[in-house]
């Protein structure tokens, strides 16, 4: 649990170990996330490789990272729906679905965007 007292530097601090924290449960618990992880370290050297300009190669790094972000958006709302309950629920199963379709979105974004710029 966070420190709510903490202040300047010691929050600072703070917030890197529980960002930490995420990083390594999203590694282990997500399979999508390890992937899009081994999508990024592939696809990094070949966008500073190919992209032309610094804006391009901006670009392609930052599609991936996009795709990076929006999955742990995605985990954390799909944890705490589990938090929640395991039970079918409409509203559970469509906040679910809503964060697929935005790791979707980020990967057809992502996609798009290296297409645009390599073809």
């Known amino acids: ?64 990272v996009l795709v990076l972000l929006v999955e742990l958006l995605n985990t954390a709302v799909e944890a705490v729906v589990d938090r929640v309950g395991f039970e079918h629920h409409e509203l559970s199963g469509r906040a679910k679905d809503i964060g697929s379709a935005a790791v979707m979105t980020s990967l057809a974004w992502a996609a798009v965007t290296w297409a645009l710029i390599l073809l």
Not at 9 to 35: D, M, P, Y
């Open 1 to 64: 649990m966070a420190n709510q007292n903490a202040k300047g530097v010691k929050r600072l601090i703070n917030a890197c170990f529980f960002s930490a924290a995420g990083f390594k449960a999203t590694w282990e618990h997500e399979e999508a996330f390890r992937q899009e992880v081994i999508l990024f370290i592939i696809t990094t050297p070949l966008a500073i490789w190919l992209g032309d300009t610094v804006i391009e190669k901006l670009l392609l790094v930052g599609s991936m």
